[in-house]
């Protein structure tokens, strides 16, 4: 079992940043993948962005020299760094980790991103 808690997410200006926390109640470098997945309204969940247990990193396209995914292994935390953020990033962005076979889901944190 893996829970995960989501935070940082909020209302900023277009050009803005925001940085996002996932906090794992297990060990994430025990962790098979963990990464970000957000959902607008109307919209399927797409994946933003995923870190591997050998640190291996994947980006969308779209967001791609905008955000960085990184994992603190001492906090059992992985962070999202969203920079020069556009009314198109706001989303419902949701955790996920993948772990023996299984896939956990945080609860979501709104990101709104105003024009």
């Known amino acids: 079992q893996v829970q995960l808690v989501e935070s940082g997410g909020g209302l900023v200006q277009a050009g803005g940043s925001l940085r996002l926390s996932c906090v794992a109640s297990r060990v994430v470098a025990s962790i098979n993948s963990m990464g970000w997945y957000r959902q607008s309204p109307g919209k399927e969940r797409e994946l933003v962005s995923r870190i591997t247990r050998s640190g291996t990193t994947y980006s969308a396209e779209s967001v791609k020299g905008r955000f960085t995914i990184s994992r603190d292994n001492a906090k059992n935390t992985v962070y999202l760094q969203m920079n020069s953020l556009n009314p198109e990033d706001t989303a419902v962005y949701y955790c996920?980790?993948?772990?023996?076979?299984?896939?956990?889901w945080g609860q979501g944190t709104q990101v709104t991103v105003s024009s």
């Open positions: 996920y980790a993948v772990s023996g076979g299984r896939e956990y």
